[in-house]
């Protein structure tokens, strides 16, 4: 399975822009670059997902690089609700398998906000 | 909003005892997965289903069962609980889409499941 490498720990100021990268090389075609996060003491929160061109969402944009083989999930005003795990995982689509939307995560990025 | 409900938040059990996890989810959803998240280790997958009374392993099934009678609920068992079980269990559902399904997973807050 291909994996994701990110950082272990981030810190940002309250109402910055925060830039959480995420590193796929191994990446197949047809893998979706999933996030999601993890607040204290809750399961993980789905935040977006992409194939190939960057997505928007009211929660976060995901920047996918043209060859696939990373990507940022970028916070545009960091709040101190903000503060959780971050985890990019890889969406895999194997058509002959039975995926169904597995989704294998890894350690994620600790985010912390700082007022 | 899609919700998914665990039945408890903590639970402790003595070893040996046989467990029942409950998870419902209220948006007709056709998958549902079980995890279970350490420290060091992450979130890792147990079991998930894509159909009523379908059932596929993940990563790491021994010791476990489940049971999905109806689409909406979706049942982990410990069949005889033992310490190194002691964890925090995470349910969540997904839309179908058949195998090649990327859509987004909902999750529970979880049990803490603590087996003495």
Known sequence: ?115 | DVKVTQSSRYLVKRTGEKVFLECVQDMDHENMFWYRQDPGLGLRLIYFSYDVKMKEKGDIPEGYSVSREKKERFSLILESASTNQTSMYLCASSTGGGRGSNQPQHFGDGTRLSIL
């Not at chain 1, 994701?4 to 796929?24: G, K, R, Y």
């Not at chain 1, 690089?65 to 709040?79: F, P, Q, V």
């Open chain 1, 1 to 115: 399975d291909a994996k994701t490498t990110q950082p272990n720990s981030m810190e940002s100021n309250e109402e910055e822009p925060v830039h959480l990268p995420c590193n796929h090389s191994t990446i197949s075609g047809t893998d979706y670059i999933h996030w999601y996060r993890q607040l204290p003491s809750q399961g993980p929160e789905y935040v977006i997902h992409g194939l190939t061109s960057n997505v928007n969402n009211r929660m976060a944009s995901l920047a996918i690089a043209e060859d696939r083989k990373s990507s940022t999930l970028i916070l545009h005003r960091a709040t101190l609700r903000d503060a959780a795990v971050y985890y990019c995982i890889l969406g895999h689509r194997d058509g002959g398998g039975t995926s169904y939307g597995k989704l294998t995560f890894g350690q994620g990025t600790i985010l912390t906000v700082h007022p």
